[in-house]
């Protein structure tokens, strides 16, 4: 299974983009990137996902390389409420149908005014 | 709006007692997921189930069992409770199709467990 590498931490002002980067290169060709992020205490919250092509929705971008080896998660104006714990993770499909979503420690953002 | 649904939201237990931690979700999703997270760590796979009467192991599914009576129920089951089960328990649902059957699993708010 596909691993992935992402920063302990980062820090973002407000009002600011923040990116999150974040590094898969053993990534095989049909497994998915996706972004979750966990707000204190809350459950996982789903952001975006995307195999090779640039994904765009309501709350975030996501930018992956051409050789998928790396992705960059953009929040394009990062406020207080986007303090959280984000996670990058490949989704590989097993046998039997599920998506085994394999999390790692995550980037801890912290937006500041 | 209510998604997936877990009761209860805290609770403690003595060593060796039993109990069981329920899910339900109103999406229709066909997969459940029990998955636990230990303070500063990511999210380890318990069990999964692909649709009613069928479950399976995950990654870390020893002292756990669970069951899958209705699309909507998934109750995640501790025989014989210990320390190492202190644990935040989150359940997730997903649908199995789209392309690929890439639908995002949506998350409870999570249970939390100490074992003392």
């Known amino acids: 299974d596909a691993k992935t590498t992402q920063p302990t931490s980062m820090d973002c002002a407000e009002g600011r983009a923040a990116n999150l980067p974040c590094n898969h290169s053993?990534?095989?060709?049909?497994?998915?990137v996706y972004w979750y992020r966990q707000i204190h205490s809350q459950g996982p919250q789903y952001i975006i996902h995307g195999l090779k092509n640039n994904e765009t929705n309501e709350m975030a971008s996501l930018i992956i390389t051409e050789d998928r080896k790396s992705s960059t998660l953009i929040l394009p104006h990062a406020t207080l409420r986007d303090t959280a714990v984000y996670y990058c993770i490949v989704r590989v499909r097993k046998s039997g149908g599920y998506n085994k979503l394999i999390f790692g420690a995550g980037t801890r953002l912290a937006v500041h005014p | 709006n209510a998604g997936v649904t877990q009761t209860p939201k805290f609770r403690i237990l003595k060593i060796g007692q039993s109990m069981t931690l329920q899910c339900t979700q109103d999406m229709n999703h066909n997969y459940m997921y029990w998955y636990r997270q230990d303070p500063g760590m990511g999210l380890k796979l318990i069990y999964y189930s692909v649709g009613a009467g069928i479950t399976d192991k995950g990654e870390v599914p020893n002292g756990y069992n669970v069951s899958r009576s209705t699309t909507e129920d998934f109750p995640l089951r501790l025989e014989l409770a210990a320390p190492s089960q202190t644990s935040v328990y989150f359940c997730?649902?997903?649908?199995?199709?789209?392309?690929?059957?890439?639908?995002?699993?949506?998350f409870g708010d999570g249970t939390r467990l100490s074992i003392l």
């Open positions: 053993t990534i095989s060709g049909n497994e998915y």
């Open positions: 997730a649902s997903s649908y199995s199709g789209g392309a690929g059957g890439n639908q995002p699993q949506h």
